[in-house]
């Protein structure tokens, strides 16, 4: 497995304050969505894939998880626009998620929570450029 952050291109260009209030959903995000590596490849995958082969709860679960990440983009300022395709992006995720083996493949290759905290990185770049 690497150490390199799927996140590491875009935090070398925010502030210190960015890089601080952003910790931690950067670190959920990593764990549900790219955490480990399969040897040999590149494909990577986290907690989200492991716990949606749970019947019922699991796809439930990474929502609910996913949701603090949209929570802590309203909190540093994302706009209403951003935060709608946050859900809209989460729930993407949990209606195909739960489709059984579709859905678990699904999730290897879509990443919500990888997806919307580069989203909201993006726009603290674009921030603190204007």
Known sequence: MTTQSVFEPLVARLRA???ADTSDIRQLAEWLDSRFEIPGTRLRFGFDSIIGLIPGIGDLATTFLGAYIVLRARELGAPPLMQA???L?????????AIPLLG????LAFKSHVRNVRMLLRHLDEQRSA
């Open 17 to 19: 304050r960015d890089i």
């Open 85 to 87: 395709r946050m859900v």
């Open 89 to 97: 992006n989460l729930a993407i995720d949990a209606l195909v998620g």
């Open 104 to 107: 678990d493949i699904f999730d």
